[in-house]
């Protein structure tokens, strides 16, 4: 019996984009980014480094700050997670978390620190400025107790397991989303990012 190939398109009635995006890099850099910035607080592996750039890439957010010993570019192993995203990220590396908050906070920008502690508040239950800038700590140890005294805000995401603790790329993620949604975000709208 012959075996009939199908598209998965035939298949389901929908097509899967499987490609990147369909505009020129050019008009693409042109195109507003969210007033979001991710501030990587001494993060002790590359390759999560590298799911924040394909984040901050996706998401199409203002930047990504990496400090301490955070992995930055060029460094071989971020590109084996950043797929080829180190190009299209605003990113820049800051020796000091707390310089780099300094620095952020002078430029009129907040800065919340996403870790669990007895002052935050769930990330579903705040209402985010714009522009903000969150902070994401060491994976074992979490955010610097000095940078969080530093920081405008604490939020958590609510866990329910044995463990305390997301994958800080996924929490990342997570939070980075809901915040779109909250900023109203529409995926098809080069615009979006623009303030209302």
């Known amino acids: 019996m012959a075996r009939r190939e199908i598209s998965g398109e035939e298949e389901s009635g929908f097509e899967v984009r499987s490609q990147d995006l369909d505009v020129e890099l ?3 850099r042109q ?9 990587l607080d001494n993060l002790r592996s590359a390759f999560n480094v590298g799911a924040f750039y394909r984040l901050a890439d996706i998401a199409r957010l203002s930047g990504l700050v990496t ?46 620190a996403v870790e669990t502690t007895s ?11 714009r522009p903000l800038a969150l902070v994401f700590g060491n994976e074992a140890l ?10 405008d805000g604490l939020i958590e995401i609510p866990v329910f397991g044995y463990k305390n603790s997301l994958n800080v790329a996924s929490a990342a993620a997570v939070v980075s989303y809901e915040i779109l949604r909250q900023w109203n975000y529409d995926p098809s709208n080069s615009e979006a990012a623009t303030d209302p």
């Open 26 to 28: 050019e008009q693409y």
């Open 31 to 39: 195109w507003p980014k969210f007033p979001l910035w991710l501030v």
């Open 67 to 112: 400090c301490g010993y955070t992995a930055h570019p060029p460094h071989p192993r971020l590109d084996k997670t950043a797929l080829g995203t180190l190009d299209f990220v605003d990113d820049e590396h800051v020796p000091s978390t707390l310089d780099a908050i300094t620095a952020l906070k002078d430029r009129g920008i907040k800065v919340w």
């Open 119 to 129: 002052a935050s508040k769930s990330y579903t239950n705040v209402t985010y400025p």
């Open 142 to 151: 979490g955010i610097d107790r000095q940078v969080l005294d530093l920081c």
